[in-house]
C-alpha cells in the first residue's frame, strides 16, 4: 500500500482472503480476560486499513472480531481466525486454537450465529524503522467456551533453549542441569529444592533455568498457598536483577537469545491485575533484553503487543474527562 494512500485518509480496502456470502449478525460474548491474537505482523496493512490509515500517533482502535473456525488449513486443522470488518486481523495461537476451537464449535452449533468478541488494536506511533507495529487484543471469558484454566505450551523448535542445553549438558562444563532431574514432582517441595539449589549454584545458566522452574512452580501453586502470587513477583524481580549476567551466558551459549518467559508472564500477571505501569516496565525491560539477538521473533512482538496495551490503557486513564 503507497505511503501517499496513507496520507489521504483511509484508503481502500485491501484484498481479503475470507470470501464472505451474506452476513450473519455475530453473538458478541464478553469478558475480561484477555485472548491473544498472533500473525499480525503478516496483516499490517489490513489492521491500518480497519483503524482507518496509516497515522504517526498510536493507535488505539476499539474492535468486534469475529472467531471462525478453518478446518481446511494446511498448517492446523484447528485453526481459528480473527476476522475484523471481513478483514484477516490474525489467528489465535496453535495452543488456543486447540483449547478453545470445541468450546467456539459448540457456541456457534447453539446459536447458529458466528461468535465475536470485543476486543482493541493498539500500537502504532513513528520508530525509527518506520511505523510501529500493530497488534491486537480480545477480551473474553474462558468459561464461555467451556475452558476452565489456560495452560501454557512450548512453541515447537528452539524456544526457551532448555532441550538444546540439556542435550549439550555433558559435552559443556559451563553448568550442569542434573538438578532438573531431581525435582519432586510435589510442587511445593520442588519449589524447597530450587530455593535450596539457588542458594548454592553461582553458574548463570544453571540459575536462569532453575528460576524459569521455580517461578512456573509458584504461579501453578497460586490456589495452594497465600503467597504463591507475592513469591513469583519476587522470584520475578530476582531472574530481572541478575539478567545482564544470564543473557551473557545465554548469548555465549546459543548465539542467541532464547524465549524468555519471565517477561511474558510477569506483564500477565499485571495485566490481570491492571497494574498497566508496572505491566509496561516489564514489557519494556524484557524488549531491551532481547535487543536484536531474539530467538523467536514472536516473543519480542508479544513484548511490544504488550507495551502497547498497557501505554493505551495507561493514555486513556490519564486523558481528561469531558463533561
Given at each position: 500500500?503507497?505511503?501517499?494512500?496513507?496520507?489521504?485518509?483511509?484508503?481502500?480496502?485491501?484484498?481479503?482472503?475470507?470470501?464472505?456470502?451474506?452476513?450473519?449478525?455475530?453473538?458478541?460474548?464478553?469478558?475480561s480476560?484477555?485472548?491473544?491474537?498472533?500473525?499480525?505482523?503478516?496483516?499490517?496493512?489490513?489492521?491500518?486499513?480497519?483503524?482507518?490509515?496509516?497515522?504517526?500517533?498510536?493507535?488505539?482502535?476499539?474492535?468486534?472480531?469475529v472467531?471462525e473456525?478453518?478446518?481446511?488449513n494446511?498448517?492446523?486443522?484447528?485453526?481459528?481466525?480473527?476476522?475484523?470488518?471481513?478483514?484477516?486481523?490474525?489467528?489465535?495461537?496453535?495452543?488456543?486454537?486447540?483449547?478453545?476451537?470445541?468450546g467456539?464449535?459448540?457456541?456457534?452449533?447453539?446459536?447458529?450465529?458466528?461468535?465475536?468478541?470485543?476486543?482493541v488494536?493498539?500500537?502504532?506511533?513513528?520508530?525509527?524503522?518506520?511505523?510501529g507495529?500493530?497488534?491486537?487484543?480480545?477480551?473474553?471469558?474462558?468459561?464461555d467456551?467451556?475452558?476452565?484454566?489456560?495452560?501454557?505450551?512450548d512453541?515447537?523448535g528452539?524456544r526457551?533453549?532448555?532441550?538444546?542445553?540439556m542435550?549439550?549438558d555433558?559435552?559443556?562444563?559451563?553448568?550442569?542441569?542434573s538438578?532438573?532431574?531431581?525435582?519432586?514432582?510435589?510442587?511445593?517441595?520442588?519449589?524447597?529444592?530450587?530455593?535450596?539449589?539457588?542458594?548454592?549454584d553461582?553458574?548463570?545458566?544453571?540459575?536462569h533455568?532453575?528460576?524459569?522452574e521455580?517461578?512456573e512452580r509458584?504461579?501453578?501453586?497460586?490456589?495452594?498457598?497465600?503467597?504463591?502470587?507475592?513469591?513469583?513477583?519476587?522470584?520475578?524481580?530476582?531472574?530481572?536483577s541478575?539478567?545482564?549476567?544470564?543473557?551473557?551466558?545465554l548469548?555465549?551459549?546459543?548465539?542467541?537469545?532464547?524465549?524468555?518467559?519471565?517477561?511474558?508472564?510477569?506483564?500477565i500477571?499485571?495485566?490481570?491485575?491492571?497494574?498497566?505501569?508496572?505491566?509496561?516496565?516489564?514489557?519494556?525491560?524484557?524488549l531491551s533484553?532481547?535487543?536484536?539477538?531474539?530467538?523467536?521473533?514472536?516473543?519480542?512482538?508479544?513484548?511490544?503487543?504488550?507495551?502497547?496495551?498497557?501505554?493505551?490503557?495507561?493514555?486513556?486513564?490519564?486523558?481528561p474527562?469531558?463533561?
Open positions: 500500500m503507497g505511503f501517499l494512500k496513507h496520507l489521504l485518509g483511509r484508503p481502500a480496502s485491501p484484498a481479503s482472503p475470507v470470501q464472505r456470502g451474506v452476513r450473519i449478525a455475530p453473538t458478541l460474548l464478553g469478558g480476560e484477555t485472548l491473544d491474537v498472533v500473525g499480525e505482523s503478516h496483516r499490517q496493512e489490513a489492521l491500518w486499513w480497519i483503524v482507518g490509515g496509516w497515522r504517526v500517533e498510536r493507535v488505539r482502535h476499539d474492535i468486534c472480531a472467531l473456525p478453518e478446518p481446511t494446511v498448517h492446523d486443522s484447528n485453526a481459528v481466525m480473527v476476522l475484523v470488518e471481513d478483514q484477516l486481523a490474525g489467528y489465535l495461537s496453535r495452543h488456543d486454537a486447540a483449547l478453545y476451537g470445541p467456539l464449535l459448540r457456541l456457534i452449533a447453539r446459536t447458529n450465529t458466528p461468535v465475536g468478541l470485543y476486543g488494536i493498539v500500537g502504532g506511533g513513528q520508530r525509527v524503522d518506520g511505523p507495529f500493530l497488534g491486537v487484543f480480545l477480551d473474553h471469558d474462558p468459561a467456551f467451556g475452558v476452565t484454566r489456560q495452560r501454557a505450551a512453541i515447537p528452539f526457551t533453549g532448555f532441550s538444546e542445553a542435550a549439550t555433558l559435552e559443556d562444563d559451563s553448568y550442569d542441569l538438578w532438573y532431574g531431581q525435582l519432586s514432582p510435589n510442587e511445593i517441595t520442588s519449589i524447597k529444592q530450587l530455593r535450596g539449589l539457588l542458594e548454592a553461582p553458574d548463570p545458566i544453571d540459575r533455568y532453575m528460576m524459569n521455580l517461578e509458584l504461579y501453578k501453586s497460586r490456589d495452594a498457598f497465600e503467597s504463591a502470587l507475592d513469591e513469583f513477583d519476587a522470584a520475578c524481580r530476582q531472574h530481572d541478575e539478567m545482564d549476567t544470564i543473557r551473557a551466558a548469548f555465549e551459549k546459543f548465539g542467541k537469545i532464547p524465549v524468555l518467559d519471565t517477561y511474558r508472564q510477569a506483564a500477571r499485571c495485566q490481570k491485575s491492571r497494574d498497566w505501569t508496572v505491566m509496561r516496565q516489564w514489557a519494556e525491560r524484557g533484553i532481547y535487543g536484536e539477538h531474539a530467538a523467536r521473533q514472536e516473543a519480542v512482538e508479544d513484548l511490544r503487543k504488550r507495551f502497547a496495551y498497557a501505554t493505551a490503557k495507561l493514555e486513556t486513564a490519564n486523558k474527562k469531558s463533561f
